[in-house]
C-alpha cells in the first residue's frame, strides 16, 4: 500500500521539476533571442579616484599600460574634452550622482548627505523605480549615511565612518587584501548573483585607486604584484613642473600651508620622490585596468557582454607636479579634465570607434545613463544626454562654470571660472585674482593672459560670460561659508 501512495507522488515531483525546468529554459531562450532594442540594457559605470585625462594609454601615454580600458575606449566612444565642475570628491560625486551643479544638489563638504528629494532623482533610485537590480561596490564618497537600503548589492569600502577607504584590509579569512581586489571580488560577485536575472542591472563601482592614502606625507600603496611595473621607465617631468611655474603664482596663493603645495613636498618633493610616486600612481591604475579585463570576461562568460554598456570615468583630475603641486581643487587642466569612455556593443555605427571632441561634464552622467535605460530625465537635471549630443540631436556646449570653494584660502584658496574649447578664465574670488589662458596654443597654462592688451577683448567677453555663469550657477559666501571643514 504504501508503494502505490509514493508512486504517485514521485510521478507529481518529477512532472513538477521538468514543468519547471522546461519554463525555466524556455524563459532563457525567450530572454536571449531578444533583440538588443527588446531588451533593457544593462549597465557598469566605473569611477576611479583622482585620475587624470592623460592617465589613460588610449588617450596619448605611452607608459601606462592600460590595454583592457584602451581596448573598450578605442572600440566605443572616446571622450578628449571631458572636465569635471568641481574637482573635489564629495562635490564631483553628488554631481554624477544628480546630474547638477554644486549649486543645486547642495554638497559643499564631506559630511553632508544628499536630501531625500535630490536622492529620490539620482540615477540609481530612477532605474531601481523602472526595475533594475541596483548594485553599488566602493567608496560613495556623499555624506556618511549612504543609502545602502535602495540597493540590491552593497559593498561599502567606508564603512565605520572612515573618510577614506584603507588601501589594505584584512580579510574574513585574516588575510590582508587590497582594495581593487576587493572591488575586483565585488564586481565577480554580483554578476554571479545578478548577471542572468530577468531583471537588467546598473552595478556603480568606486574604486580608492589611484588617489593617495591620506598621511603626513601621503603615500601610493601599490598591490605587491606590480612593485615592478614601470621599474626600467623614467617618467618625464610635466613642463610646469619647473620652479618658475610656482615662483610665477600669486603671494597669496604660493605659500607653504596652500594644500597643494605641502603635499607636492612629501611626493615629489625630490627626483626620487617625483619617480617613485608617479610610477606607483600607474601602478594603482594598471591594478584597475586588470579588474576590468577580469570583468570583461565574465561578462562573456556569462553571455550578458552584447548587451552591457560599460562606462568609464575618473572623479576629478590630479596634480603630478604641474605648477609645483599635487593634489586637484584648482581650476587648471590637469585637476578638472578626467577620462571618460562609453562602450556600447550596439551603439550606431556613425559613433562606434569615435574620438569626441565635444565638451563633456560629469553632470553628463546621470542624463546619460538614464537614456541609455529609457528612463526620462527629472527637469532639474542640468547635464546633457552624451549620445544624442553626438547624434546631433542637442546643441553642444560652448562653455560651462568651473567652482570650488571647500577650506578657503590658504589652505586651499577659493576659485570660479569660465571654461571654452579654446580659452579658460579663472577668478580666485577671496582675492579677485584673474588669470586667462589660451588653451589651444598653450595646453600647459604657461602664460597669465589678464595683462596682455592683444586679449583684452577676449578677457572682456570672458568676464561677461564668468558673470553670467556665475548668477546661473554660483554658491553664495554664506552658503560655503557654513560649510564643515573636515575632510
Not at 54 to 82: H, V, Y
Not at 147 to 164: H, I, M, N, R
Not at 312 to 322: K, Q, R, V, Y
Amino acid at each position: 500500500m504504501k508503494r502505490l501512495k509514493t508512486f504517485p507522488l514521485i510521478i507529481s515531483l518529477d512532472l513538477i521539476i521538468l514543468i519547471t525546468l522546461f519554463s525555466f529554459a524556455k524563459t532563457d531562450i525567450e530572454r536571449k533571442n531578444k533583440t538588443p532594442a527588446e531588451t533593457k540594457p544593462n549597465i557598469i559605470f566605473l569611477l576611479t579616484d583622482d585620475q587624470r585625462w592623460d592617465a589613460l594609454g588610449a588617450l596619448g601615454n605611452t607608459i601606462i599600460k592600460t590595454p583592457n580600458m584602451n581596448k573598450l575606449a578605442n572600440a566605443g566612444i572616446l571622450f578628449q574634452n571631458t572636465y569635471v565642475t568641481t574637482s573635489i570628491c564629495c562635490v564631483s560625486r553628488a554631481s554624477l550622482l544628480t546630474g547638477q551643479y554644486e549649486s543645486r544638489h547642495n554638497i559643499h563638504d564631506f559630511s553632508t548627505d544628499l536630501s531625500p528629494d535630490a536622492l529620490a532623482k539620482t540615477y540609481p533610485v530612477l532605474l531601481k523605480n523602472a526595475g533594475y537590480n541596483l548594485g553599488f561596490a566602493g567608496k560613495f564618497g556623499v555624506g556618511h549615511h549612504p543609502p545602502s537600503s535602495l540597493y540590491d548589492f552593497w559593498v561599502d569600502t567606508e564603512a565605520g565612518g572612515k573618510g577614506q577607504p584603507d588601501y589594505v584590509i584584512t580579510g574574513e579569512d585574516g588575510s590582508k587584501i587590497h582594495d581593487t581586489d576587493t572591488l575586483g571580488n565585488a564586481i565577480q560577485s554580483f554578476l554571479n548573483e545578478f548577471g542572468n536575472d530577468d531583471k537588467p542591472f546598473c552595478l556603480s563601482v568606486s574604486f580608492k585607486a589611484p588617489h593617495e592614502q591620506d598621511g603626513h606625507p601621503p603615500k601610493y600603496i601599490i598591490q605587491p604584484k606590480y612593485k615592478d611595473y614601470y621599474k626600467d621607465v623614467t617618467i618625464p617631468y610635466p613642463v610646469t613642473a619647473a620652479a618658475k611655474y610656482w615662483d610665477q603664482l600669486p603671494d597669496f596663493f604660493r605659500t607653504d600651508t596652500n594644500f597643494g603645495r605641502s603635499r607636492w613636498e612629501g611626493l615629489f618633493g625630490t627626483p626620487e620622490l617625483y619617480q617613485e610616486n608617479v610610477k606607483n600612481y600607474y601602478r594603482l591604475i594598471t591594478g584597475v585596468d586588470d579588474v576590468v579585463g577580469k570583468m570583461i570576461k565574465k561578462l562573456d562568460e556569462l553571455g550578458i557582454a552584447k548587451n552591457t554598456i560599460i562606462i568609464f570615468m575618473g572623479d576629478n583630475g590630479m596634480f603630478l607636479g604641474e605648477h609645483g603641486m599635487e593634489g586637484k581643487w584648482y581650476g587648471y587642466e590637469e585637476s578638472i579634465r578626467v577620462p571618460l569612455f562609453i562602450y556600447n556593443p550596439n551603439l550606431p555605427e556613425k559613433i562606434k570607434q569615435y574620438r569626441a571632441p565635444q565638451i563633456a561634464l560629469n553632470i553628463d552622467i546621470a542624463p546619460t545613463i538614464l537614456a541609455m535605460a529609457g528612463v526620462p530625465a527629472p527637469k532639474g537635471m542640468q547635464g546633457m544626454d552624451l549620445i544624442s549630443l553626438l547624434e546631433n540631436k542637442l546643441p553642444e556646449r560652448k562653455d560651462f562654470f568651473y567652482q570650488h570653494y571647500f577650506l578657503g584660502g590658504p589652505r586651499i584658496p577659493r576659485v570660479e571660472g569660465v571654461v571654452t574649447r579654446d580659452f579658460k578664465y579663472m577668478n580666485w574670488i577671496e582675492q579677485n585674482y584673474e588669470e586667462m589662458y589660451d588653451v589651444k596654443h598653450d595646453p600647459h597654462e604657461t602664460d597669465n593672459l589678464t595683462a596682455n592688451p592683444k586679449f583684452i577683448t577676449k578677457l572682456n567677453e570672458l568676464r561677461t560670460r564668468y558673470k553670467e555663469l556665475k548668477k546661473l550657477h554660483g554658491v553664495q559666501q554664506a552658503i560655503w561659508d557654513k560649510s564643515k571643514t573636515k575632510f
